[in-house]
């Protein structure tokens, strides 16, 4: 009698569910973000820069002359990338040694030839890049200005009345270039390679009245350089 009253109140009770077990959890796996070339950036750069110079007098045909030398400093600059159209603007300043010196081929009178040399030491400029990105790779060219601290010296024979005469200033002219640089995938470092021509302006030397020389310069540089970018 008391099984058959026991046996239905366990019946009408409902079956207890087993605790489950924790749930490990899974890994999220999100979209990283594009690359970007947007942002600020420092670095360093090493080269080769060629000094050339042609020369003009009016006492002997004309002249050129070629000297390689070494190039080094600090770039600073900017980056603003809009799909794949990066637009910017870079400073930069170098220490140089060229300094390419030459004689004329012809010269009146038994007095000698007249050389000109040329020493560069410093240059700088100030540029606007325009490019296209590649993802992690930008092509880009540029436009600006270039400054150069220099010494031209002109030698000219004693026949026309003097010796040396020179002139150290700073020089300056229009800089056309372009280059490629590349990102390190995981870091804010990029590493470029960047070609430079910098058109520079006239020297005039009166040697000995009507006698004149002009003096021509140009620079040209191959860097090598590394930039960090900071993060925006």
Request: hydrophobic share 40%; net charge neutral; aromatic share 14%.
């Given at each position: 009698?008391?099984s ?7 019946a009408?009770?409902?079956p207890i ?23 600020f950036?420092?670095g ?14 009016t006492?002997?045909s004309?002249w050129?002359?070629?000297n ?74 540029k436009?600006g200005?270039?400054w ?8 000219s ?18 800089l ?20 430079n021509?910098?058109t520079?302006?006239?020297q ?9 020389v ?8 191959l860097?090598?350089?590394m930039?960090y970018?900071?993060?925006?």
């Amino acid at each position: 009698m008391i099984s058959f009253l026991v046996a239905p109140a366990l019946a009408a009770d409902p079956p207890i569910d087993p605790i489950p077990a924790p749930k490990r959890p899974y890994p999220t796996f999100g979209v990283a973000p594009a690359f970007t070339w947007t942002g600020f950036y420092l670095g360093y750069n090493l080269g080769a820069a060629w000094n050339s110079q042609k020369t003009v007098t009016t006492f002997s045909s004309p002249w050129n002359t070629t000297n390689i030398g070494f190039i080094g400093g600090l770039q600073a600059g900017f980056n603003y990338q809009i799909s794949s159209i990066v637009l910017g603007a870079e400073i930069d300043g170098d220490w140089m040694s060229a300094s390419p010196s030459s004689s004329s081929p012809s010269t009146p009178g038994p007095a000698g030839l007249t050389k000109t040399t040329g020493q560069f030491n410093w240059a700088s400029s100030v540029g606007l890049r325009f490019g296209y990105a590649a993802n992690t790779t930008l092509f880009y060219g540029k436009v600006g200005y270039g400054w150069v601290t220099q010494t031209l010296a002109i030698n000219s024979p004693l026949a026309l009345d003097t010796t040396t005469t020179f002139v150290s200033n700073t020089n300056g002219g229009g800089l056309y270039g372009g280059g490629v640089e590349f990102a390190f995938p995981g870091t804010q470092w990029t590493a470029k390679a960047e070609y430079n021509y910098i058109t520079l302006s006239q020297q005039k030397f009166v040697v000995s009245s009507p006698n004149t020389v002009i003096v021509t310069p140009t620079l040209q540089t191959l860097k090598l350089g590394m930039n960090y970018r900071f993060a925006m």
